[in-house]
């Protein structure tokens, strides 16, 4: 881009304007200039390289008069930028608030109590795996109150190649083939008898800003319990968790949206069967 970056932003018209809409996400008690302004902020993409006024009205619905009024707000305070060609850029503020929210920001504050969740709707052991190289690693537990149960501890490193945990990790990091392709449309992975003749379980990716892969819930547990009726039902609360995981670890869970989307239709079928 050949013009500089500048926090200055165009004279905002004097006029109020009626509104269109006070964005997609307002808050029912809320200020609307601010879920307005908000809605600016997060209409922009990952993929982004600058963005027009006109693009932003289409984009959240806003009078490009407002937009230019809450623009002035958002460019004083660091937190969009304006080109010279007049395109708009998230601003350095944006970042600073990220890095204070990593650093005040521990995985299992966010991830443990997403597994208690798990756990209680479905009664089994649920897991936290982390990739390291060419293994997976057990970071956070949380066992099911069953006696007999999948019997895995937190530091215990397991194989990539078998069970659910390990096929996420590798489809959702470098692998390659049908399989890897299925599991990252599906959004999840089930396994029976993988890893162990008797054991059964579900995985779904969980994603971070600090890296794209975080890590993978995974629900396991005898056979006798973990079958396929039981993950079935707990296909979308998984991939439910692992998008409320995601978006609070500031991760894109755009591809578990798009997961859980498609199965919807699905089970909205099997009711009707």
């Excluded at 879920?35 to 932003?56: N, Q």
């Excluded at 019997?151 to 489809?171: F, N, Q």
């Excluded at 006798?224 to 079935?232: C, K, Y």
């Amino acid at each position: 881009m050949a013009s500089s970056r500048s926090s200055s932003a165009s004279s905002p018209a004097s006029a109020d304007d009626a509104q269109a809409v006070s964005g997609p996400s307002s808050a029912p008690d809320g200020v609307a200039a601010l879920d307005r302004a908000f809605a600016i902020l997060f209409a922009f993409r990952p993929d982004d390289k600058g963005v027009s006024l006109a693009e932003l009205a289409a984009r959240t619905g806003l009078y490009k008069s407002t937009i230019l009024r809450l623009i002035a707000s958002l460019a004083h305070h660091r937190m969009l930028l304006r080109s010279d060609d007049g395109l708009y850029f998230v601003g350095p503020a944006t970042l600073q608030l990220g890095a204070l929210y990593q650093r005040s920001l521990q995985l299992g504050d966010v991830v443990l109590p997403l597994m208690r969740r798990l756990r209680d709707a479905s009664g089994e052991s649920v897991s936290f795996y982390v990739r390291q190289k060419d293994l997976r690693v057990c970071l956070h537990r949380v066992d099911s109150t069953h006696a007999i149960r999948d019997h895995v501890r937190e530091g215990d490193v397991l194989p990539m190649d078998k069970g659910s945990g390990g096929r996420v990790l590798s489809a959702f990091g470098d692998g390659r083939g049908e399989l890897c392709e299925r599991i990252r449309h599906d959004g999840y992975y089930m396994s029976v008898g993988e890893r162990d003749a008797e054991t059964a379980g579900i995985s779904a990716p969980v994603f971070s800003a600090a890296q794209p892969l975080a890590g993978t819930f995974t629900l396991a547990g005898p056979r006798s319990r973990v079958d396929e009726a039981l993950m079935l039902r707990m296909r979308q609360l998984m991939l439910e968790t692992a998008i409320e995981a995601s978006e609070q670890l500031g991760g894109d869970a755009t591809p578990l949206r798009a997961a859980l989307a498609l199965l919807k239709p699905e089970k909205a079928r099997e009711k009707l069967r």
